[in-house]
């Protein structure tokens, strides 16, 4: 995942935001930033927009990073701190790899111990078409309305794709893997409530939500 991984592409976040940043208000475009719910340290949730970021790996310090800097070159800008996304017309790429898990057997562990609020990108996409057409500069949270573990949105993801969960795939924990990663990064989407017609819907709601389409 994101969180985990190292190198040219976290070192990149920090000076590309600055460069966007920048070019935003010397052209008087308007700026929407992506963030993370890693800029959080996954103690003391749930979190607001005014909660004070604390990261613990290097993808939330280098994403915590780039807010400060796109708030202090554009304060008009908005930044969107968001949490898992997931597809439901195709597979995205950790669930890809957990569909891969059940066809070879390999050992596949889905923590749960680590809670998040996801949202279905066709959904989020709908919000952040909404965001662009208003002024809203600050911090905006676009996240999901329940917290789901990562065992409970894996598997809830495979029987979705029509996938029987196999032997080999099984609960694991944060602190088993040996990796840094916050364990509970509910988000309160308060300020989003207020501001936006668009409601992040549940994993319930995005599947029914999803079937209703396809009918």
Known sequence: T????????????????????MQSVERNIRFIHLSTDQVFDGTSAPYTEESPTNPINPYGHAKAQAEELIRS???????????????????????????KATQTGEPYRLFVDELRCPVWVENFAKVLLEVATMDAPGILHIAGPESLNRWDLGIGLLHHFGITPTPNIQQGTIEESGLVRPKNLTMISSRAKQLLRTPPFSFLEAREKFQNLKI
Do not use: M, V
């Open 2 to 21: 994101a969180c985990s991984e190292q190198g040219k592409g976290i070192e990149a976040i920090l000076p590309a935001a600055g460069l966007l940043a």
């Open 73 to 99: 070159l554009n304060p008009k800008a908005t930044i969107i701190r968001t949490s898992l996304l997931y597809d439901l017309r195709t597979p995205d790429r950790q669930t890809t790899r957990l569909i």
